[in-house]
């Protein structure tokens, strides 16, 4: 049985945001499926996620820097880290 290790409590969503892996990277679609004010649950279909990125809600929030937590397939947990 899988312990729960958050620090804060997640919410379901199906928010679609972009993650731009380096600077002067072209940012690519994803799925959120969970937030909470520490992370976020993301579904990404590239194999190849940095350690560190940048998530891209919308037009109107700021991007959040991000520290990959955990990776199964072509989902994802991540850390906020600004």
């Known amino acids: 049985m899988f312990t729960n290790r958050r620090k804060s409590e997640r919410r379901p969503c199906r928010n679609v945001a972009k993650i731009q892996m ?3 990277t072209l940012p690519r ?19 190849e996620v940095p350690p560190e990125f940048t998530i891209i809600f919308s037009a109107d929030t700021r991007p959040r820097q991000c520290r990959l937590a955990w990776r199964i397939g072509h989902e994802f947990g991540a850390q906020f880290v600004d």
């Open 29 to 47: 679609d994803c799925m959120i499926t969970d937030i909470s004010s520490g992370g976020v649950k993301v579904i990404a279909e590239y194999l």
């Open 22 to 24: 380096g600077t002067g």
